[in-house]
């Protein structure tokens, strides 16, 4: 009986809390520069695909669905795409709004910085600052790519071999 | 062989010599451009000879930024023309990639805007690869140095591209007063976020 208890309350528990913890996991996050390095910058031997974009670039959102693709079908591969909409319009539920539209699987972040001048180039030297841009990172050797362009299908993997 | 070798090597020299991005540095020398605006006249940079320098901006009609930062070049011209600095845009996009970037377009854009600066189209995009222009707004500031055009500034306007009554830094306007002044120019390049230049398909 009160085992039978306990299961009920447990799935109970699990059918409540889980919508919200799938939820919060696909949500955007905004973020601060340091947040945003710590994260390019974390440890892992997978490869590391970091996309710059925004809901109003029109070659950002036609490239987005190379990187959901990619994310999905390679298990060594980690995408975070990067939007970078609050640099024009203060409200982050617009990328909210976009990503649930999409249904983007992806980690997605919002940067939440001023001045870009100060920095671009802390994430990237080569950058001009303007989007698509994408840095990809072998996790295990710190190599790097990186492109200021919008990708076509199968650029993204010919990248990633050139740094394997 | 051996001819093919030389050849193999000259080349692999050749591309590890030529610098990673085209395009000027702050204080190269500009070369002429002529280009159409959109009153149907052709404009080069000679038109300017008298002039104490140019504001060239590489301008679209449809990136957010561009929209964002339009009344401030605007202004940028109604204040510095009559100093000896006038704004020169020039819409560097491929319409064919970007319909609304199309020359009737920018026509429409100029009309409406009242713009009484050249807004130039850059239809073969030599002008934007010459200079090194990747994004848009895209600022050179050019100064007039005896006859020969050399770069000033590279950058953005200002650093605040969402809201101009926020900006703490006006980049180009703090490099021309420098200028006008004989003063060194406090920055001479910045970065901004923007949207890249819609180049022709290769």
Same mark, same amino acid.
Do not use: C, H, M, R
């Given at each position: 009986m009160g085992l039978i208890y306990c299961m009920k309350k447990a799935f109970f528990l699990l059918i409540v809390l889980l919508p919200g913890a799938v939820y919060s996991q696909s949500a955007a996050e905004v973020v601060k520069l340091k947040q945003l390095q710590d994260h390019i910058n974390r440890e892992t031997s997978n490869i590391k695909v970091i996309n710059f974009w925004a809901t109003w670039c029109g070659p950002c959102v036609k490239e987005m669905p190379l990187f959901e693709k990619l994310g999905a079908e390679r298990k060594d591969v980690e995408v975070t795409l990067v939007s970078l909409? !609050?640099? !024009?319009?203060?409200?982050p539920e617009v990328v909210h709004r976009f990503v649930e539209r999409k249904k983007l699987k992806s980690k997605v972040l919002i940067l939440d910085e001023k001045d870009p001048n100060s920095w671009i180039n802390q994430i990237e030297?080569?950058?001009?600052? %303007?989007?698509p841009a994408t840095i990809i990172i072998?996790?295990? +050797?710190?190599q790097r790519k990186f492109v200021e362009k919008e990708l076509h299908e199968g650029d993204l993997e010919k990248l990633i071999a050139e740094i394997l | 062989m051996i001819r093919s070798i030389i050849a193999a090597v000259a080349c692999v020299l050749f591309v590890a010599a030529s610098p990673l991005k085209g395009g000027y540095d702050v204080g190269d020398t500009v070369a002429d451009f002529k280009l159409k605006n959109v009153t149907g006249k052709m404009v080069s !940079? +000679?038109?300017?000879?008298?002039?104490?320098g140019v504001i060239v901006i590489f301008d679209c009609n449809t990136c957010p930024y561009s929209k964002a930062y339009n009344d401030r070049i605007i202004a940028l011209n109604k204040k510095y023309a009559s100093q000896g600095f006038p704004v020169v845009a020039i819409q560097p996009n491929d319409p064919s990639i970007s319909?609304?970037?199309?020359f009737e377009e920018m026509v429409k854009l100029a009309e409406k805007k009242k713009y009484d600066f050249p807004y130039l189209?850059? $239809? +073969?995009?030599n002008v934007a690869k010459a200079f090194g222009a990747t994004n848009t707004p895209h600022v050179f500031l050019l100064k007039n140095d005896g006859g020969k055009f050399t770069v000033a500034y590279i950058g953005?306007?200002?650093?605040n591209s969402r809201d101009a009554s926020a900006v703490t830094k006006k980049y180009v306007e703090e490099a021309i007063e420098s200028l006008m002044t004989s003063k $060194?120019?406090? %920055?001479t390049k910045t970065k901004a976020v923007g949207c890249t230049i819609k180049w022709k398909n290769a």
């Open positions: 909409d !609050l640099d !024009l319009n203060p409200k030297k080569n950058w001009s600052g %303007a989007i072998n996790g295990k +050797t710190g | !940079l +000679t038109d300017y000879a008298s002039s104490k319909p609304g970037d199309s189209f850059d $239809e +073969t995009q953005a306007i200002d650093d $060194e120019v406090p %920055a």
